[in-house]
Every structure is written in structure tokens, then in C-alpha cells.
């Protein structure tokens, strides 16, 4: 059997070259790089209809999108939000001067719980930033329910998401906007990037205004904005991507379901099972490991992995409230994050991309029982 020499948790999937080459062909005859070139007024018109929504920005990376985002909506105060996530999610908070206020997520979605955001609210209270876990649906119905009581504003962290459904419509519409990580490692790649999802012509307006130094034209400029633009080789390179991105998310379900029939009925071992009502993107395969159950624990089995050269990944371990400064809020006690600190010491990222051979999906199975 032929093994890669190190399977890592992802690789990022890349059309040909030679099919890449006449759209720099087009960027060097046109000499324009960047600042919503032609590449980028087409992408953003092509997302608008491969994820069914009204309006997208552009960005350079999903991290300047959703800081730009709480800029956009006006966000202070208080943010309520989960530990379990990529620190990008409580840095945009921080960097906007922002306090993320922790709470625990659902032992089944593994999102925000709806049941415990309630108690956390308080008169500093502006929104609500929950985080789609591995392209799963958070609760968006109770959480939608939850905002409108107390007139707060929803942000959905929608970076795992791309192209991902739920009761049949895009992740990406509900909540007041969505950011979306285009990131190498993610189901839709431009390199790095990343977009906001919003509902109105207005807000987009905005928000465009403000990835542009809060420039409106030559001698206007409306807010302090930053410099958050996609620029037009990604923008290029976003196209092709899109053309593959059904196989893609096609060749990701199918090893799910390799890995669900090569690692079921394994004592100890767990895989998610998704919400209902939800068309996934597979951009993750999370496993978690019952130490009691399985008789190893997490870290063994990561470290066995690696003794083999498969590089799973822990996401997201240690927990966001963990880390500095986050861990000196008091929202970022253990006794508050009980079902987050339980699932974030017992995952596993298996390897999850288009390209991963059967023969190495197997390989992995085995090992991970092996010893
Ligand atoms: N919100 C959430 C919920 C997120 O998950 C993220 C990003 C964001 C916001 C922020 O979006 P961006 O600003 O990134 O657009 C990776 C990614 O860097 C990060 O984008 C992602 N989440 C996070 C979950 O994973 P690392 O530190 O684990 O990446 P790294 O470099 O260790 O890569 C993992 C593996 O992927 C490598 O071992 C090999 C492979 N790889 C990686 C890259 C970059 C490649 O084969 N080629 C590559 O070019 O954070």
C-alpha cells in the first residue's frame, strides 16, 4: 500500500496550474491588483449566487472581516460568545475594545447554548457572536429568539461554513451578518480570505467604506475605516475555486462516510452526528475520545497519530477563555464552561480534504485502534 509520507489535518485544494494562468494573464494586461477590480466584482457576484444571498464583501482574511463586521453594526459593551472556537473569534472582540463574556455550548451541536446565553446578559450587553462549529448550525432559531427579546444584535461566526444549509437555506442568512474565513486550510480557498454576508444595500455600502480606509471617493471619507480589501489574485483564484467546490464538498462526504463505517462501534470513540434539517460542508471530521471508554487518552492517541506521521489537529484545544488575557474575565471559569472544557479535552481533527486516498483513510482507522 502506498501511504503519504505525513497526512496532515488538511491540505488546500488547487485546480491546475495551467488553468490559473490566463487569469494572470488578464491581471497583467489589465494592471489592476486590487481596490474592487474586475476579479472581484465578479466573485462577489458569483457568491451572491453559490451561497443565496443578498450581499457580500470581499476581504483579505476572515479575521479583518469580522472585526470590520462589529465596527459595521456599532458593537460595544459586552459580547456574549463561546470559548470553543479559533482565537480569531474573541481577538476581533478585544482588538475592538469589546469584552467577550463566555458561556457554555450545547454537548450536541457543541455551539453556543442557547439555554445559557439567557443568564449572561446584562445592561452592557450589545450582541450575540456564536460560532458555526465545523460547519454545524448553531441554534439560530432559539438564538434569533433570544435577540429579538432583549434587542440584541447577531453576528454569526460563520468561518466553517462555506456553503452549508440549514431547513434549506444558507447558514449564512440568518442573523443580522455572517463572516465567512476563506482561509488555505478552509472548504473554499483564495489563499487567505474572507467575506461579510449582510441583508441590505445600505450596510453594504458600508461596510465596503470601511475595508477602504472609510473612503467614499477622492476627497470624502466617511469613517475611520482600516485596510481589509481582497485583492484581485485571490479574488482570480476564488473564481476557479468555485467551480470545484461541489465535487469538493462531494469528495469530502464521501470519506465521512469512509471514516463513520471504518470507525464505528469503537468503544469509547465518538463522531458528531448533524443537527437536523442541515446539508453539511464536511470541512471538518471531529472525533472525541472517552478516556475511561476507550482505554487511552486523547493526547495518546494525537501523539500515537503522530508517531505515524498523521497529523490530526486538537481544535479547539486549550479553550479561548483560557488563553491570555480571556482567562482573567470571570466568565472564563471552569465551574461556567463545564461541556466546553469537556469537549475541547476530548477532540480530535482527523484528516479531512478532497484529495485523501482511501487507502490513507484506512490507514488512520487502524491506527487509531492500533497498540
Ligand atoms: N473564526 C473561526 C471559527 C476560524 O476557524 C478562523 C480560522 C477564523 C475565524 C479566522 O479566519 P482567517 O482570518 O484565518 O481567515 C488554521 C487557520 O490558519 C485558520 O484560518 C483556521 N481558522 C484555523 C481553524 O486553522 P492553524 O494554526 O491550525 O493552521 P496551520 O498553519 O497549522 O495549518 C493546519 C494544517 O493545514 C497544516 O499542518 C498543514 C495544512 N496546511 C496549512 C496551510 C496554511 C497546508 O497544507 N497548506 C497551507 O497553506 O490555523
Not at 465578479?42 to 476581504?59: G, N
Not at 454545524?136 to 466553517?160: F, G, M, Q, S, T
Request: net charge negative.
Amino acid at each position: 500500500m502506498k501511504f503519504e509520507e505525513h497526512i496532515y489535518v488538511t491540505r488546500p485544494f488547487l485546480p491546475s496550474l495551467e488553468e490559473f494562468l490566463p487569469s494572470l494573464e488578464q491581471i497583467w494586461q489589465n494592471r489592476v491588483l486590487t481596490n474592487n477590480g474586475p476579479f472581484h466584482q465578479e466573485l462577489e457576484q458569483k457568491l451572491c449566487e453559490y451561497l443565496d444571498v443578498p450581499f457580500i464583501s470581499l476581504f483579505a482574511n476572515g479575521t479583518l472581516a469580522l472585526f470590520t463586521a462589529l465596527q459595521a453594526m456599532n458593537i460595544k459593551g459586552e459580547v456574549i460568545t463561546t470559548p470553543f472556537s479559533f482565537v480569531a473569534t474573541s481577538h476581533a472582540l478585544w482588538w475592538n475594545n469589546i469584552k467577550p463574556v463566555f458561556t457554555d455550548i450545547d454537548p450536541v451541536r457543541l455551539t453556543l447554548d442557547p439555554a445559557t446565553i439567557e443568564a449572561a446578559i446584562t445592561s452592557e450587553t450589545s450582541a450575540i457572536l456564536p460560532v458555526h462549529v465545523y460547519g454545524n448550525p448553531c441554534d439560530v432559531d432559539a438564538i434569533e429568539n433570544i435577540a429579538r427579546k432583549h434587542n440584541l444584535k447577531v453576528l454569526y461566526d460563520a468561518a466553517h461554513t462555506f456553503g452549508a444549509k440549514y431547513k434549506g437555506q444558507s447558514i449564512c442568512s440568518f442573523g443580522d451578518m455572517s463572516v465567512l474565513s476563506f482561509h488555505a486550510t478552509k472548504v473554499f480557498n483564495t489563499f487567505e480570505g474572507g467575506a461579510i454576508v449582510c441583508h441590505d444595500a445600505e450596510t453594504k455600502k458600508h461596510i465596503d467604506h470601511l475595508k477602504n480606509f472609510g473612503i467614499e471617493d477622492e476627497v470624502t471619507v466617511v469613517a475611520p475605516g482600516i485596510n481589509a480589501k481582497m485583492n484581485e489574485f485571490q479574488a482570480a483564484f476564488g473564481l476557479l475555486q468555485l467551480k470545484y467546490v461541489d465535487e469538493n464538498i462531494k469528495k469530502r462526504r464521501q470519506i465521512a462516510e469512509l471514516y463513520r463505517e471504518h470507525l464505528k462501534n469503537i468503544k469509547g470513540l465518538h463522531m458528531l452526528n448533524a443537527p437536523d434539517h442541515t446539508d453539511q460542508n464536511f470541512a471538518y471530521f471531529p472525533v472525541f475520545i472517552d478516556e475511561a471508554e476507550f482505554g487511552k487518552s486523547r493526547d495518546e492517541v494525537y501523539e500515537t497519530l503522530k508517531q505515524h506521521q498523521i497529523y490530526g489537529r486538537r481544535y479547539f484545544y486549550p479553550l479561548i477563555s483560557s488563553f491570555p488575557p480571556y482567562r482573567e474575565l470571570p466568565s472564563a471559569h471552569q465551574a461556567n464552561l463545564a461541556v466546553a472544557t469537556q469537549v475541547s479535552e476530548s477532540v480530535i481533527c482527523l484528516p479531512m480534504y478532497p484529495e485523501l486516498e482511501t487507502e490513507n483513510i484506512i490507514h488512520i482507522c487502524k491506527r487509531i485502534q492500533s497498540e
